[in-house]
């Protein structure tokens, strides 16, 4: 069983606009507000979207990029993200286990 929870670190951003984002673009998951940082920074979020996929002991095995390619999605050949939840499920070691996430900085409170 797969459980996606979205954490917003940015220091300005409003339930509301966590919200209204969600409804613009049919994003049902939850988002987990984090104005002051502290599970972002605990996690080491750098970039949105920076992904973190945690197995059920509660041990990070994937943390990184989405997939392999930052500018076009018609150029994607490894969603990393996917990878590491079907080798998760299936009891595989994830490889990789840790990429290089790509977009804005997070936005922290400081």
Not at 39 to 51: L, Q
Not at 55 to 72: E, F, R
Request: proline share 5%; hydrophobic share 30%; glycine share 8%.
């Amino acid at each position: 069983n797969t459980v996606w929870i979205a954490v917003n670190s940015t220091k300005d951003n409003l339930p509301k606009d966590s919200l209204d984002w969600a409804k613009k673009w049919g994003v049902t998951y939850a988002t987990l507000q984090d104005p002051d940082g502290k599970i972002g920074k605990a996690y080491g979020a750098e970039k949105t979207p920076h992904m973190f996929v945690i197995d059920p002991k509660g041990n990070v095995i994937y943390k990184g990029a989405i997939d392999d390619d930052s500018t076009d999605e018609k150029k994607i050949k490894t969603n990393y993200v996917d990878s590491a939840l079907v080798a998760s499920q299936k009891g595989s070691k994830v490889n990789p286990a840790e990429t290089k996430a790509y977009g804005c900085t997070v936005k922290y409170k400081n």
